[in-house]
């Protein structure tokens, strides 16, 4: 399979709250998942609620430092598992210091993996 990604994904043991948008206004159901995999420009998840391609959700990730991250993102895969959905989404209007953070881990992981 041909990698299209333009960012390399790092695993990331995390929550993400999304809230969906719809014609400028939120709705106020929140839907738990579970983050799979992140890069700076998008994020791989998996949860239990059917959710919309091409539809943009607001997401709070919280990082390995604990703090957390806003973002708005733009679900651009679906697959169908058993009881779940996995997801692709990419992120839409991230501020680059935000980026930075996620481009400088990969950079911590890549360093302690060639020790």
Same mark, same amino acid.
């Given at each position: 399979?041909?990698? +299209? +990604?333009?960012s390399? +994904?790092?695993?990331? #043991? $995390?929550r993400? *709250?999304l809230? +969906?948008l719809s014609?400028?206004e939120? /709705?106020? !159901?929140?839907?738990?998942?579970e *983050?799979v @995999?992140v $890069?700076?420009?998008? *994020?791989? /998840?998996?949860?239990?609620?059917p959710?919309e391609?091409g539809?943009?959700?607001e997401?709070?990730l919280?990082?390995w ?7 708005f993102? !733009?679900?651009?895969?679906i697959i169908?598992? #058993?009881?779940t959905f $996995? ?9 680059e210091? #935000?980026?930075?953070?996620i481009?400088v881990? @990969?950079? *911590?992981?890549e360093a302690d993996?060639?020790?």
């Open positions: 399979m041909d990698e +299209r +990604r333009r390399k +994904r790092i695993g990331l #043991e $995390s993400l *709250v809230k +969906r014609d400028g939120a /709705f106020s !159901e929140e839907i738990s998942i *983050v @995999d $890069s700076k420009t998008g *994020v791989g /998840f998996v949860c239990d609620k959710l391609i539809a943009v959700y997401g709070f919280t990082i430092t604990k703090e957390v991250l806003h973002a993102i !733009e679900i651009v895969r169908k598992e #058993e009881d $996995s997801y692709g989404g990419i992120f839409i209007g991230m501020p210091m #935000e980026a930075s953070r481009a881990y @990969d950079m *911590v992981q993996q060639d020790k």
